[in-house]
């Protein structure tokens, strides 16, 4: 019979390889931080802070052109101080869409704006940020827009906090007229590749204007001991940052207390290591491997199996021995089963998605021909082209789940197809987070509730309003984000609210909501869980279906609805 080695041997001898292991790698890190001082730190990060400035120097300068471009057509569009009204309307639309295009190429510009006090604001919808931060920017704007004015021969940039939102404006005046025009760019982005800089040593950065207005970014609670020189630029912005190297300093002065502490800790973790090795694994496969062998010696299958006999030590041996059969059998019967099962609730999940209604695509037909006889053309064009985008994500069939920005997307262009077709009939509002954006959700499960809306609160005698709310949820039941779906029809009966919030139905057989349905199906093939879909009324009238989607890791338990 081949020798085998005891457990216990094999266990010291990877303690003993892993203590070595550990000492060398302790002394190559105290040789390393012994041979990098402070100052070549130092020197490093104030050559790279430099480098960075520059950079930003010439983007705040690029930015700068852009929207001295826009004051230049300003001034030459002299009918938006005009009392003429219809020449001040034309010459603003021809502003706005000069701003929206510059928006479109410059990334930079979706801040601008162009303002006269207590006469007009023309600014770019743009969709990064919230409803509350857009309407505290302009209002900020409009009150201390002349303290923002700065020289355009000097492009001297200004730092403000609106509501915790820190930006960065350049504005420039054109006295005559009073008209002031102007970008504010967020300070978290354009300010984000010098925090770059503190992905590897902790301190502070401080960036003041030429008004000495600050805007402060701490990598550590404490600002750092070690002062780099001061970066200005012609941007009118100053550039301080400390960094704190206590760490490094510390292993490179006492390189040989740091090993000798690590060597200790490493000795320590081995010795507890082996005890909890010891009673939690070798004691009880010791014992298992007794018990498991007196079964099968009064009368198990053993004796019919073949068995690899491959393993080194006796204990594992015996296991083997044992176990081989009963996983070969038990566990891929198990994992057949699994399988089968996951295949069937991937099934049923297609099947829902691609529950593509025919009728659909007939009223657009229908809806397309109508327009040709009204002679809308352009109508028609931006019609069969959102058409288009819309089958084209209806038929992503193989697709199980898509971003929350592109199912918002999605629903987007759906009502726009609806606003083509009857016009004034919608109003959409959808407020996202931007870190909620890239978040997983079901394919077309929320563009479901939607169509659902259009068929029982949608009328053409009243403006159909739709709203769309994303916000993450933390509990101590539920970790996820949860969206609010509301409209201004007629709401929900009792029954129909009862029926779903109690988790009784799957399936509606009267087909009254079928879209819900499948939804509520969906849910729950998806992440096992009947509670994820809750339906009320809003107020002061309308339904309100509110969506709860764990996170990636699932969340099983269950959760009484609470939540931000």
Known sequence: MKKRVSLSRITIAVQGSLFTVVLGLALLVGFYFQKNTVEEEAAARGAELTARVRELESRLNRDALQV????????????????????????????????????????????????????????????????????????????????????????????REIDGVTYCFLVYEYPKAGIYVGVGLPGNEIFSDLKILFEVVQGSMTIKDCDDQPYVYYASEEPGEIRLES?????????????????????????????LLIVFVSVGSILVQNLILRGAVIRPVTKLSGQVRNAADEGGRIEQLVIAEDAKTEEIYTLQAVL??????????????????????????????????????????MTVSSMTYQNRNEDIREYLARLSDHMRYMMRIMTSTVTLKEELSHIENYVNMQEIKFPSSVILMTECPGDLERARIPHLLLYTVVENAFKYAMTLQETMV???????????????????????????????????????????????????SNVKRSLLLQYGRKDLLRLSNALPHGARVEIWIPNEKGNRNGFDGTGS
């Open 68 to 159: 001295k471009e826009i004051l230049y057509e300003v001034i030459d569009n002299n009918g938006l101080w005009s009392e003429d009204k219809d020449h001040k309307y034309f010459d603003k639309m021809a502003v706005k869409k000069l701003m929206s295009d510059k928006s479109l190429l410059h990334p930079d510009l979706e801040t601008l704006f162009v303002c006269r006090k207590e006469d007009f604001y023309l600014g770019i919808a743009y969709q990064q940020r919230i409803g509350s931060q857009r309407l505290a920017y302009r209002d900020y704007v409009m009150e201390h827009v002349s303290e923002l004015v700065s020289d355009s021969n000097q492009n001297l940039w200004k730092i």
């Open 466 to 516: 739709l709203t769309i709310t994303c916000g993450g949820i933390a509990t101590e039941d539920f970790d996820g984000y949860r969206v609010v779906l509301e409209d201004n029809g007629k709401g929900f009966d009792e029954e129909t609210r009862r029926r779903y919030n109690d988790g009784e139905i799957l399936e509606d057989r009267e087909e009254k909501h079928i879209g819900l």
């Open 231 to 259: 970066v200005s630029s012609n941007a009118g912005l100053t550039f301080e940052c400390n960094i704190d190297v206590n760490a490094l300093e510390f292993m490179r002065r006492s390189t040989f207390a740091s090993v």
């Open 324 to 365: 081989n059969h009963l996983l070969q059998e038990v566990l891929s019967g198990r994992i057949q089963l699994y399988k089968n099962q996951v295949e069937k609730k991937d099934g049923e999940l297609r099947q829902l998605r691609s529950q593509l209604r025919p009728h659909f695509y007939l009223n657009a037909i």
